[in-house]
Nanobody
């Protein structure tokens, strides 16, 4: 079955950086677009960034464009989210997602940006 496991979250001061990872199993990883979402307290889950199966195509939410970079390593079945210039409004639980017939989600990793 599809399994997604996120890691790399934590606490960081404004302006800092974090790198999230999501390791996948149970499907042909390189065949699917992978997406990062986030959900802040009291808000709806929102798309952060996505990357095509080959890694050649990426898409970003306007609020993170220029600060976040999504990438993938198909040999390791892993997708990454490099987050730079973090702001307090980036505080959220970050989820890895793949749509394979239905949406599959990881358990999420907490990112907290505060001074």
């Amino acid at each position: 079955q599809v399994q997604l496991e996120e890691s790399g979250g934590g606490w960081v001061q404004p302006g800092g950086s974090l790198r999230l990872s999501c390791t996948a199993s149970g499907f042909t990883f390189s065949s699917y677009t992978m997406t990062w979402y986030r959900q802040a307290p009291g808000k709806e889950r929102e798309l952060v960034a996505s990357v095509s199966g080959s890694g050649s195509g990426t898409n970003y939410a306007g609020s993170v464009k220029g600060r976040f970079t999504i990438s993938r390593d198909n040999a390791k079945n892993t997708v990454f989210l490099q987050m730079n210039s973090l702001k307090p409004e980036d505080t959220a639980v970050y989820y890895c997602n793949v749509r394979r017939g239905v949406n599959h989600w990881g358990q999420g990793t907490q990112v907290t940006v505060s001074s």
